[in-house]
Each structure stands twice: as structure tokens, then as C-alpha cells.
């Protein structure tokens, strides 16, 4: 057999590399810490994650380096919402773009 060949038989025979993943988990929060998050107006990780993928919404790029990270989307949405305790809802701040803005005092057009 040739180099080549020994090379090619050896590299058959080792067992493939496998490591092991660590599933991402959502944070858990406690009932108080939940209203506390709530009563300030956000929304907790389990909320966002919930928002995020009922959008269908990556807040990479998709193909970005994070996509061989995970084994799945939801791995990564989970990592990514649980970098904070406590979010803004998306579907709140788009809501509030539409409302009308609070009536304000019309200037004078007349010098004084």
C-alpha cells in the first residue's frame, strides 16, 4: 500500500469527533421578577423568543457565523434572548410608531 492508501485506510477507521452541544435553555425567572419585567412596560426572554419566532425573524444575518453555532433557529433565538432579563416588545415599539402623536399647541403664525 502507498502512503497515500495508509493514509486514506487510517483516516476510515478513527471514530468521528463528537462533541457535545450545549442545548441552550431559556432563563428562568421568577413570578416576581416576571411582573417586576412587566410592570416596567418589557417583555422577558420566553416572551421575545416567543415574538421572535412568530415572526419568522433572525436578528443575525442569515448565514452568518452564529448559524454553524446552533444545531437549529431556536437554539440561537433562545441564546440571543437570554443576553438580557428584560426586552422591548418589537410588536409594541411598531404599534407605538402608528399612534398619534399627542396633540401639541399650534404655534403663532403672527409676529407680536
Known amino acids: 500500500m502507498s502512503d497515500i492508501e495508509n493514509l486514506l485506510a487510517s483516516l476510515k477507521e478513527e471514530e468521528p469527533v463528537s462533541r457535545e452541544y450545549p442545548k441552550p435553555v431559556l432563563m428562568e425567572l421568577s413570578d416576581d421578577e416576571i411582573e417586576e419585567i412587566h410592570t416596567s412596560g418589557m417583555i422577558t426572554p420566553k416572551e421575545m423568543f416567543e415574538e421572535l419566532k412568530d415572526m419568522n425573524y433572525c436578528p443575525y444575518t442569515n448565514g452568518c457565523s452564529r448559524c454553524q453555532e446552533f444545531e437549529n433557529c431556536d437554539d440561537c433565538l433562545i441564546d440571543h434572548v437570554n443576553t438580557s432579563r428584560e426586552w422591548v416588545s418589537y410588536l409594541t415599539f411598531v404599534e407605538s ?16
Open 97 to 112: 410608531l402608528f399612534e398619534d402623536p399627542e396633540p401639541q399647541e399650534a404655534k403663532k403664525l403672527v409676529r407680536e
